[in-house]
């Protein structure tokens, strides 16, 4: 009875930690929290670092983790806000396909969230060499654009042939040197803000085109509210976030490829013995996470309105907080994009809350820290009293 | 400290107070009763036998004796004292260490601070270490280490040392009872001589000892009395010379085990694999065998023969020097360029013999660990379901649901979900490493009886019958299992020789690479 009693709050708890809190900002706020409004502002607040938290919630089960993605958002709105300016000639791209362009742009921002996640897949499994193909193919990229003035297709073909051709080149490597992923992201945290600084020739990239014949451009819309009528509805972002969530969320429990992250994350000794591609495993679970912070990059580009090297900073940690709070474990192998959600909605209804009832900064931070301390110690407890 | 009237001839003494007394003790958690009124009572100069399945109440048993747990009702006493630990820090002022299967010293500390652990001699603030060295040099020197030098870091000992180690530290704080976990599991056998010698040597010097094992043979060997436990209670006790193993195990199990090693008729099949010489990296150096459907071949060997390691090289985890292996069911290159994952879809499975770091995952659930290594795309627990099923009913698998943690289940349980990997993933090569390792006599009795079905197949109903290959370091199981044995040593595997000319003996020998001038 007592174990059926701690299952249930264990896999309850994240949710019983939201309503309390969730009631208790409501009873502290009273008329103003319990508004639309606020609801609306805590979703929009959600989204981004939510979609990221998604994706975060795949590496973290499969016993790795990111410190990186605060600076893959960075350089996503960068690249975004280049490839927005393209010209073709004297037009601009966006000019000529309102529609086509940016959704162009959005899937470029989205690949090189997934380049990124390929690199730290690769480096976290050892590959050097191969981490070092991607790298590669991302120099050969901008140091060929740089240079001279040929289209920017050909460029990134070429970026991709020459990386490819060195990925293939370190398909025998038998020695490997698998390195810890705190050490790798830690070191792309450190590098990858330089490199979108550079992308972007030093500060800021502004756009220069916001509307196209008096209508804003659609990307720009995803994080603006969407009024019918007069209702106000949740903006595309949240819902993105939301049908990302659902179709991460199966995945992780009705595929394959997500029980081999949990095998991976929970025991890669067993994940082997079974005959798992462990490798396989981590790399893919890199790219697409990673890719998933590609998409929340797109949302923070739509959200800036402009590519920011310096946006971002410490969002890699709220992530984490998010994915911790709804109840994954550090170590690998527990976790759901259900208790993520969870942990994600905690954090940004604590943060409103507090602006709502009008208290300073430091007191939404320190509760947000106090929760993160106590969804961990809670788990611990559970932990080891089923042993 | 010693009672000097207790005598030193071993456990008949009844008119003398037995140095440890525990009675009546009861343990609920729950609605499960651990332990249901059980008595105990060990004399000085006594190694008491306590006997039990895995689940029977000795670690709870046990755990109230070292003050881990607060009995709900019951009394103990040491040397007449009432004694009620609050906790094992109490237990151990009062006399009572437990020297557990897992070693419980600091790895990183020397053998000298490991042993003053936790009541250090000081002056004030200040470590006093004139007596941490003269304190340690005269426990080490009752154990037989006295030329070991003090300073040397824990980790770099052997299993065996450690174990000295956590005895000296016993009885270097004035224990005056000292429990034994399965202390031989993972001992060669001259490590296992040496603690039974010292164990000898502790019942002379009037200690109390418990000693827990699965190891009948051991027990014959070196304790005086016993008791054993089933279900939380105590079903009998005795002196052991005056016992028979079949009626020990019969009140362990609770029903009469007169075939422990049920054994059908067998018919040797086809040849299965072939392996050529096949050397790994460091280990193995040579071994050549060939594996038929219907039978059991087992590999002997003493601890470091490099038994695991020619199964690691015959499944694609570790990397093949040199060497031929060839499975008849996977086409393909000889050579063992397989992968693991080609190895399970050829009908090719393993049980490792590290259940823990290895063979199975232990925050997952009973399905996943189960039909790990073969899962269709999309996987529902409808799915899952149906695939555990058949086997937590046949084998069976003690269990509330399939989609229960892993963890929650009993040792022997566990092991049987790393063995129903293998028949749901329908292989007929079964490669078995220590499959019985650390689990009770009653799992260990469904699972000679699954071997045997396994080997047998059942022609009249198409059933094919399996190939076995099964590594165990216990003689007693390899000779009621197996068809075949061969034995490895130093990394090399002799001559196969069918069961019937090999005993006990001849496999110790060649084991111990005494058989013939190496």
């Known amino acids: ?387 | 400290m010693t009672d000097t009237v207790a005598n030193a001839s071993a456990g008949t003494a009844s008119s003398v107070m037995p140095r440890l007394k525990m009675a009546g003790i009861t343990k609920r958690f729950g609605p499960t009763i651990a332990l249901g009124g059980v008595s105990l009572a060990v004399h000085a100069g006594e190694v008491h036998a306590l006997i039990g399945e895995n689940g029977a109440g000795k670690s709870t048993l046990m755990k109230a004796l070292s003050g881990a747990h607060q009995a709900d009702t019951g009394a103990m006493w040491i040397d007449g004292q009432p004694y009620q630990p609050k906790s094992p820090l109490d237990g151990r002022d009062f006399g009572v260490a437990m020297i557990y299967q897992e070693l419980s010293l600091a790895q990183h500390l020397s053998v000298m601070e490991n042993i003053v652990l936790g009541d250090e001699p000081r002056m004030g603030p200040f470590m006093r270490w004139g007596e941490v060295r003269r304190i340690s040099r005269e426990a080490l020197a009752h154990v037989g280490l006295e030329d070991l030098p003090l300073d040397t870091i824990v980790s770099t000992l052997s299993n065996a040392q450690q174990q000295l180690i956590e005895i000296a530290r016993s009885m270097a704080t004035g224990a005056k009872v000292l429990v034994f976990d399965e202390p031989t599991s993972s001992l060669s056998q001259h490590d296992i001589e040496n603690l039974f010698t010292l164990i000898r040597e502790l019942k002379a010097k009037d200690y109390a000892i418990v000693y827990i094992s699965h190891f009948l043979e051991e027990i014959q060997e070196i304790t005086d009395r016993f008791t054993v436990l089933r279900d939380g209670q105590s079903v009998g006790s005795g002196v052991t010379a005056e016992a028979e193993v079949a009626n020990i195990i019969a009140m362990m199990v609770g029903r009469d085990v007169k075939d422990l090693y049920p054994r059908s008729d067998r018919v040797v099949c086809e040849r299965v694999c072939e392996v050529r010489n096949v050397a790994g990296i460091d280990k193995p150096a040579d071994v050549s065998l060939e594996l038929h459907r219907g039978e059991v071949v087992g590999i002997a060997g003493v601890v470091g023969a490099g038994r695991t390691e020619f199964f690691r090289c015959l499944f694609a985890l570790d990397s093949v020097r040199s060497g031929m292996i060839k499975i008849e069911t996977i086409s393909g290159n000889a050579g063992g360029n397989f992968t693991p994952h080609q190895l399970w879809d050829g009908g090719v499975g393993i049980v490792s013999e590290d259940r823990k770091r290895e063979g199975l995952a232990t925050e997952l659930s009973i399905a996943d660990n189960l039909t790990m290594a073969s899962q269709p795309f999309f996987i529902t627990p409808g799915w899952q379901s149906k695939a555990c099923e058949p086997w937590i009913e046949k084998i069976p698998i003690k269990c509330a649901s399939p989609f229960q943690p892993i963890d929650g289940l009993s040792g022997g349980n566990q092991q049987k979900v790393a063995i129903a990997r293998l028949l749901h993933s329908n292989v007929d090569i079964l490669l078995l490493d220590e499959p019985t390792r650390g689990i009770d006599v009653g799992s260990k009795a469904q699972i000679y009886q699954l071997i045997d079905e396994l080997a047998s197949g059942d022609p009249e109903n198409g059933i094919k019958p399996k190939a076995v290959l099964m590594i165990s370091s216990y003689l007693p199981e390899l000779l009621g299992t197996c068809d075949r044995i061969g034995v490895m040593c130093k990394g090399k595997l002799g001559a196969i020789k069918a069961i019937a000319d090999v005993d006990e003996h001849s496999i110790m020998l060649e084991a111990t690479g005494t058989e013939d001038m190496q």
């Open chain 1, 1 to 387: 009875m007592n174990q059926k009693v701690l299952k249930i709050a264990g896999q309850a708890g994240p949710l019983i930690a939201l309503i309390f809190v969730f009631g208790l900002f409501a009873i502290l706020g009273g008329g103003d929290f319990c508004q639309w409004g606020t609801m609306n502002d805590i979703l929009m607040l959600s989204a981004i670092v939510g979609i990221a938290a998604v994706g975060a919630t795949l590496i973290i089960i499969s016993g790795g983790i990111d410190l990186s993605v605060g600076c893959t958002l960075a350089a996503v709105t960068i690249i975004l806000a280049r490839l927005l300016n393209l010209k073709s000639g004297d037009t601009y791209l966006v000019e000529q396909y309102p529609v086509l362009w940016p959704l162009c742009a959005a899937i470029g921002g989205i690949v090189l969230g997934g380049a990124i996640g390929l690199l730290i897949g690769a480096a976290v499994v050892g590959h050097i060499g191969r981490a070092a193909a991607v790298i590669l193919g991302g120099l050969v990229i901008v140091w060929l654009r740089d240079g001279n003035s040929m289209p920017l297709v050909v460029c990134i073909l070429l970026g991709i042939v020459a990386g490819g051709i060195l990925w293939y080149l370190n398909r025998v490597t038998i020695k490997k040197t698998p390195l810890p992923p705190f050490i790798v992201t830690l070191g792309l945290w450190a590098s990858l803000r330089g490199a979108a600084k550079w992308m972007a020739g030093g500060s800021a990239v502004y756009t220069d085109i916001d509307e196209v014949d008096g209508t804003a451009i659609w990307l720009n819309n995803l994080m603006r509210d969407i009024k019918v009528g007069d209702l106000i509805l949740p903006m595309p972002g949240v819902w993105i976030w939301i049908v990302l969530a659902i179709v991460i969320g199966l995945m992780l429990t009705y595929t394959r490829f997500g029980r081999h992250i949990y095998a991976v994350g929970s025991n890669e000794n067993t994940a082997r013995l079974c005959g798992i591609n462990v490798e396989k495993t981590k790399i893919l679970t890199y790219v697409v996470a990673i890719g998933c912070a590609g998409i929340a990059g797109v949302l923070r580009f739509s959200w800036l309105g402009m590519g920011d090297p310096t946006t971002d900073m410490g969002t890699e940690l709220l992530v984490i907080a998010a994915v911790v709070i709804g109840g994954a474990s550090l170590n690998g192998g527990v976790g759901g994009i259900g208790g993520t959600i969870i942990g994600t909605l905690i954090i940004m209804i604590v943060y409103k809350g507090c602006t709502v009832l009008g208290l300073e900064n430091f007191v939404q931070e320190i509760v947000t820290g106090a929760i993160i301390v106590a969804a961990v110690a809670l788990d611990q407890v559970r932990h080891r009293k089923a042993e």
